[in-house]
């Protein structure tokens, strides 16, 4: 732990906001594997880069090959993959962006973490539960990843043989086996207008 560390103040969010005519928050897509998180991030992300709104999207290609790159799937290392993907996008947040991030994230605790996190800094967490049908995202399939599971090839798999803990109160709720990828990012941007984060 350093301790000859200082904390510089300088501008507040309040400050960054408006220099920048924009606000910070953290979308935090949980659901299955292929309930459509990732996709549905991109759709997002390109839907508010299109209206020069500042977006990025933390997902597995740039956190699992990079900042987290030393973790595996333990329970130990689960959590503190969560833990770094939330002070990240907590981090995002308060620069005035808007932080996409699609994580599996299963357990409840760690998402609440994650919340608390932010709101503890006065910044917006959006916990959007992206939601299908077991049998539907197992039909989908995109990288075989259930059939691996089914035959026991990969273990501790969320929905097969680890639970997947859903939201009980998400801020958004897309079942992605009613809606078109389109009709799911457009509920999140329509979410984002109507809080006046846009
Ligand atoms: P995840 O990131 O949750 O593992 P992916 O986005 O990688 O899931 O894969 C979801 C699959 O489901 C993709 O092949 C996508 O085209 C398909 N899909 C069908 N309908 C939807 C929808 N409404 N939203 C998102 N994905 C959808």
């Not at 209206?51 to 090959?65: M, P, S």
């Not at 998400?170 to 079942?175: A, Q």
């Not at 329509?190 to 809080?195: D, P, R, S, T, V």
Request: proline share 4%; net charge negative.
């Amino acid at each position: 732990m350093a301790t000859n560390i200082t904390w510089h103040p300088n501008l507040t969010y309040q400050e960054r906001s408006e220099l920048i005519n924009q606000k910070g928050a953290t979308i935090w897509l949980t659901g299955l594997s292929a309930s459509g998180k990732s996709t549905i991030a991109c759709a997002l992300e390109q839907l508010l880069l299109k209206e020069k709104v500042t977006a990025y999207r933390l997902d597995g290609d740039n956190i699992r090959f990079g900042l987290n790159k030393d973790l595996g799937f333990s329970e130990q290392d689960r959590v503190e993959n969560i833990r770094r993907i939330a002070e990240v996008s907590k981090l995002f947040a308060d620069s005035c962006s808007i932080a996409v991030t699609s994580f599996i994230s299963p357990y409840r605790e760690d998402r609440d973490k994650a919340r608390e996190l932010h709101v503890n800094s006065n910044l917006k967490f959006i916990e959007v539960f992206v939601d299908v049908p077991l049998e539907v995202a197992e039909k989908r399939d995109p990288k075989g990843l259930y059939k691996k599971a089914r035959e026991g090839v990969i273990k501790d798999f969320t929905g097969i043989s680890a639970p997947y803990e859903a939201p009980i109160k998400p801020e958004i709720h897309i079942r992605t086996d009613l809606l078109s990828v389109e009709e799911s990012a457009l509920q999140i941007y329509n979410y984002l207008k109507e809080h006046n984060v846009l």
